[in-house]
């Protein structure tokens, strides 16, 4: 099971960063950072998938955010310049189907953090 830690608040254009660490689900296909924020759906951030090594973000965060996987358990997400926008519950996830397509879908993940909030506001 994912659990994630970091996060908190943070004006606009600060920095935060949020970890993941799953345990007893290294043999995953994809591992990623989902966001909800109060009334919207949940959206794809940014993923790592095995097939074709390939790193995946969300356009709106390109440039701003960078996912990093330290380990086999272990990912990062360094978050700069964030905006108002960004508000949200951040969650990891791990897939372990192996899927042909890009893996910023959240419906193909079943294993699931409990989600860490992070807040901007000036």
């Known amino acids: 099971q994912p659990v994630e830690s970091g996060g908190g608040s943070v004006q606009p254009g600060g920095s935060l960063k949020v970890s993941c660490k799953v345990e007893g689900l290294t043999a995953y296909t994809a591992i990623g950072w989902f966001r909800q924020a109060p009334g919207k759906e949940r959206e794809g951030v940014s993923c790592f998938a095995r097939r074709g090594s390939s790193t995946n973000y969300k356009d709106s965060v390109k440039g701003r955010f960078t996912f990093s996987r330290n380990s086999a358990n272990t990912i990062d997400l360094e978050m700069n310049n964030l905006q108002p926008e960004d508000t949200a519950v951040y969650f990891c996830?791990?897939?372990?189907?192996?899927?042909?397509?890009?893996?910023?879908?959240?419906?193909?993940?079943?294993?699931w953090g409990q989600g860490i909030r992070v807040t901007v506001s000036s």
């Open positions: 996830a791990v897939d372990t189907v192996n899927r042909n397509k890009p893996c910023l879908n959240s419906r193909d993940y079943k294993y």
